[in-house]
């Protein structure tokens, strides 16, 4: 039987063993939360102020020159492109290393559910630093704020407005709307309602979409890259969204419809499912959505009350290890498993971290930051767990765990570190007569029970 501090772990961080200082067990885990960010200190990522510097660079070296197919031109933007890739190839190591490193792991979890709830993708090389930046800028400081406070700082970043194309959108009665025939793009309000708020099949209708997107007109992205209120854009009039009227338009209303919106009912059951589907079970018991959605809403979308009911919920700890780990968690785990320090992680060559993680990711099914859609990844065990999958995850468990330590574990001491009393005698009894540690290692690593939890 699994004990509750190893459920812990594995349900609500990246595996066993803790690192050094982690929290043992819910009550410390959350005590943790609403403390300072160490990993965001301690493994810096940009966010979006950097980019910004060097596109400003980059355009001010177009300004100065009339020739640019000046070869010294050329290749000082080259060296700006290349600046700009950087942060994000830093990001990418960054997140990992956060992730399998950090004794906050409940923090890097919920980051990823975050991330993954507001899914953006970088539709150009140079801005691949922006899915990042926008978790860095919005999501991690409004990690235990009031649900509305991140729902604004988000759909406000550059990175969701670029992703959504809210530059294209123009009030058509606006004062540029008038003069160039153009109209309304709802991607940005059709996200925030369907997918960030509400959730498909609540109580709205397109009309709501509508205002919403009329409202939102006028939030824009600058010439320099950042967001901006253009209110030659703008619609002119009262926007009515979900049955409140916003008259005065501008930013305020923006926000103080956002805010709105992170209140509703719809809001706080469409929040309340997802997080327990992401952390508990694919088919969640009702009491405990319940429950987590009953905490939401009586706090005001509190989201430190919101993890805290989840937490305390009898039916957060059933034995039955539901979820399946999907490729970035199992990845992770795998790191932590094999006790891989952030020093070897980040002295890694980048090639041979894009190799080891980012192509390995890609291969399972679940390319780094890039979802098919703004809806994220799939939650669903069966979409992770499958014949191809499975030969896959095998192959990284007997080739890759090799390269990144040297000597490999012990196999069957690496199985009771990292599995506890999750590990069955059976695993033990193969781990031990494994014809080496590579295959060994490997065993434990692609056994169900490392890839549940």
């Excluded at 041979?352 to 390995?360: E, G, I, M, P, S």
């Amino acid at each position: 039987m699994a004990s509750r501090a190893t459920l812990a772990a594995t349900r609500f961080g990246y595996g066993l063993p803790l690192p050094a200082t982690a929290p043992d067990g819910p009550a410390e885990m959350l005590e943790r939360l609403g403390g300072p960010d160490a990993a965001a200190a301690q493994w810096p990522i940009a966010g979006h102020a950097p980019f910004l510097a060097i596109l400003a660079e980059m355009r001010a070296a177009r300004m100065a020159v009339k020739d640019r197919k000046d070869p010294a031109f050329v290749a000082g933007q080259e060296v700006l492109k290349q600046q700009a890739l950087q942060l994000a190839q830093n990001a990418e190591v960054q997140t990992i290393v956060r992730a399998a490193i950090s004794p906050d792991s409940l923090r890097e979890r919920l980051v990823a559910f975050w991330a993954d709830h507001f899914s953006v993708v970088a539709a150009r090389k140079i801005e691949a630093i922006l899915p990042f930046a926008m978790i860095e800028d919005a999501v991690r400081p409004n990690l235990s704020l009031p649900f509305g406070e991140m729902l604004v700082a988000v759909s406000l970043h550059p990175a969701m407005l670029i992703y959504l194309d809210q530059s294209s959108s123009i009030g058509p009665k606006s004062r540029l709307g008038s003069k160039q025939g153009k109209g309304l793009n709802e991607n940005l309000a059709r996200e925030v309602i369907e997918l960030h708020s509400l959730g498909v099949g609540a109580a709205y209708s397109q009309a709501d979409v509508t205002e919403l997107a009329r409202l939102l007109t006028g939030v824009t992205v600058g010439p320099k890259g950042e967001m901006i209120f253009d209110d030659r854009k703008a619609e002119p009039g009262p926007k009515t969204v979900l049955g409140k009227t916003y008259a005065a338009g501008g930013l305020d209303d923006v926000r103080a419809a956002l805010r709105d919106l992170a209140l509703h009912d719809g809001t706080a059951q469409h929040l309340a499912h997802k997080l327990v589907v992401h952390f508990v079970s694919d088919t969640p018991d009702a009491d405990l959505v319940a429950s987590v959605a009953a905490a939401y809403a009586a706090s005001g979308g509190d989201l430190m009350v919101t993890y805290t009911a989840l937490l305390d919920h009898p039916a957060a700890w059933v034995e039955a290890t539901a979820k399946a780990r999907q490729p970035f968690d199992f990845l992770v785990a795998s790191v932590r498993a094999l006790g891989v320090s952030d020093q070897a992680m980040q002295a890694l060559p980048y090639k041979q971290f894009r190799t080891y993680f980012l192509a390995a990711m890609a291969t399972l099914g679940q390319p780094f930051k890039r979802p098919l859609g703004p809806n994220g990844f799939p939650e669903e065990a069966e979409e992770w767990i499958t014949p191809q999958g499975l030969a896959r995850r095998i192959t990284w468990a007997m080739q890759v765990p090799q390269r990144l330590v040297d000597p490999l574990p012990d196999p069957v001491a690496m199985a009771e570190s990292c599995l506890a009393d999750r590990a069955s005698a059976g695993l033990l009894w193969a781990a031990a007569r494994a014809e080496d540690r590579t295959q060994g290692v490997g065993l434990v690593l692609a056994s169900a029970e490392f890839n549940r939890r």
